[in-house]
């Protein structure tokens, strides 16, 4: 057999364990695991000492194009994504316009191919206005799901009633993402906030905002009987609630939730200014409880840019959010090598579990006939993130100066090496993710 590509050497890490395997690639899609020393391809990539894991996959990320794009575009966005070791994204709908119209996602999608470094899928923003088709949206090319915010964050995208929730859950077919946060309790405690204290960003919207609104959710989905993925937990008190409803809803954590404390603001100040914010010590630890039992499904960077004159302004008028699409992988591998998670648990929540919960077409799986997407990693490689590395268009990370054991060596997608050693290698062609539930007549 001839292959277009043979992986060599490395430790592939899957469904089935680790080992030293080769792989072997053929029309970008993976075609041989086992030993292929006596097999021969166009090219050999010599993997010894490597880890290979299945492509990363982010599902939270926000990329401002189109309107931001001083912020951040799809071209920047997705190089940052690559250049950390991430093969795919799903971008999310507070742009301007927002992405709440089929003409709006179709626009994306045309952006985004062949100029996106790394595959992607856009979530369609959820209104009242366009409940009752939002059915349709979810099964259209491109689409993640459909994505609604319960909570203010950034953007005008706003649904905070029960009626308003279920009249879109009524509608979905596919698994619909939320920001999980009590509006209602916000406008009350907006005076909590201290002006020029970004400490004070949690006590405003504290863990009771987080669970009760939750609570409302699982609560809804229940009875319209939908399936729910709640974004970004924070709280300790969600992560006991949701172990209890597993049935109907699934859940993300992100890297800052489980690194960064309330105890970081006195040093980092507004970059990590977040929503749902950085908090106490013991939701840190809460989240990973439930990464250690299995509550956790997924990782997600929410990576949400925004420039550093605009956070320099004194909270509250400097804005949430931080990057993190970059710096998901080798934060992670961190926490790997100190012992906090292990690597398949990793590849189960970078790879296996958005492959699972959000029915990806032959992504996040190292298996023949899958995509040849890879996240290659030198596990014992310790370095420094600087914000020098960043390929966001906001040139800086809240991990600035932070030593990190395990950092991402290549990234291939569909059979082509994107990125290696810190070099973009290829010239882009992303193209949108498949979803089983869409390819369905």
């Known amino acids: 057999m001839i292959y277009d590509l043979i992986l060599t050497g490395g430790t592939v890490v899957n469904h089935d364990g680790e080992g030293a395997r080769d792989i072997g690639v053929k029309d970008g899609r993976i075609a041989a695991i086992g030993d292929l020393r006596q097999a021969s391809a166009g090219e050999t990539v010599d993997c010894r000492g490597l880890h290979i894991l299945p492509g990363v996959i982010d599902s939270q990320v926000h990329f401002r194009e189109p309107g931001l794009e001083h912020k951040e575009d799809l071209e920047t966005g997705s190089r940052a994504a690559v250049l950390g070791g ?162 109907v809803a699934t859940c993300e954590a992100t890297p800052h939730h489980l690194t960064l404390s309330a105890d970081d603001y006195a040093r980092l100040g507004t970059l990590i200014q977040m929503n749902p914010p950085v908090r106490a010590a013991r939701h840190r630890d809460g989240v990973w409880h439930g990464i250690a039992q299995g509550i956790v499904d997924v990782l997600g960077s929410d990576h949400a840019p925004h420039t550093l004159a605009e956070k320099a302004k004194p909270y509250p008028a400097s804005p949430s959010g931080m990057t993190g699409v970059q710096t998901l992988v080798p934060i992670m591998l961190d926490h790997v090598n100190a012992g906090r998670l292990t690597l398949q648990r990793f590849v189960d929540l970078s790879s296996h579990g958005p492959q699972r919960i959000f029915g990806m077409a032959r992504k996040g799986r190292i298996a023949a006939g899958y995509d040849a997407d890879f996240t290659i990693v030198d596990m014992k490689r310790r370095q420094t993130i600087t914000n020098a590395q960043a390929g966001s268009k906001a040139g800086w990370t809240p991990y600035d100066g932070r030593e990190v054991t395990g950092w991402p060596i290549g990234t291939v997608i569909r059979g082509r090496r994107v990125m290696w050693e810190g070099e973009i290698a290829t010239p882009s062609q992303g193209k949108a993710v498949e979803f089983s539930e869409a390819l369905v007549v």
Do not use: Y
């Not at 919207?205 to 924070?234: F, N």
């Open 86 to 247: 991430v093969t795919a994204v799903f971008e999310m709908p507070n742009t301007n316009p927002l992405t709440t119209s089929e003409a709006a996602l179709a626009d994306k999608v045309r952006r985004g191919t062949d100029r996106m470094h790394c595959d992607f899928a856009f979530w369609v923003g959820g209104t009242r206005e366009n409940a009752g088709d939002v059915g349709e949206f979810e099964r259209l090319p491109g689409a993640a799901g459909i994505k609604v915010f319960m909570g203010s964050s950034t953007g005008d995208l706003l649904v905070e009633d029960d009626e308003g929730v279920a009249s879109i859950l009524r509608n979905t077919r596919r698994r619909a993402a939320f920001h999980s946060e009590d509006e209602f309790r916000l406008r009350e405690r907006l005076g909590e906030r201290i002006v020029g204290d970004p400490s004070s960003h949690p006590v405003w919207r504290d863990e009771i905002a987080a669970l009760r609104c939750t609570e409302r959710l699982v609560r809804i989905a229940r009875q319209v009987r939908a399936r729910i993925h709640v974004l970004h937990i924070s709280t300790a008190e969600e992560i006991l609630f949701l172990e209890q409803h597993k049935d």
